[in-house]
């Protein structure tokens, strides 16, 4: 079983920039594929950014790109996302997911349980 924790979320106001962390029970992280989601109230779950186990294996969804950047640490089991020029249609809870394959669906084994990250204008 693997346990994710996010943190970091809050309010900000538009372009301004946030972080985010997402800290991972297993030993074996450095395997998995960890990804950040987002989901806007009335909205499905949205895809932001993924990043393999291996270097150069990183996506984006079209609306960050360019504006978010994930990173992961293996040898802390902890995935980052920082999120610069920020839009209030940013505002959403975003939730840290590990899998074993990249995919833009929420097709992920393990799910955190979410951070609110709100964007005023």
């Known amino acids: 079983q693997v346990q994710l924790v996010e943190s970091g979320g809050g309010w900000v106001q538009a372009v301004r920039s946030l972080s985010l962390s997402c800290a991972a029970s297993?030993?074996?992280?450095?395997?998995?594929?960890m990804a950040w989601f987002r989901q806007a109230p009335g909205k499905e779950r949205e895809f932001v950014a993924a990043?393999?186990?291996?270097?150069?294996?990183?996506y984006y969804g079209n609306s960050v790109k360019g504006r978010f950047t994930i990173s992961r640490e293996n040898g802390k089991n902890t995935v980052y996302l920082q999120m610069n020029s920020l839009k209030p249609e940013d505002t959403a809870v975003y939730y840290c997911a590990a899998g074993q394959v990249v995919s833009i669906t929420t097709s992920y084994d393990y799910w955190g349980q979410g951070t609110q990250v709100t964007v005023s204008s």
């Open positions: 297993v030993l074996t992280f450095g395997r998995y594929v």
């Open positions: 990043i393999t186990w291996s270097v150069g294996g990183i």
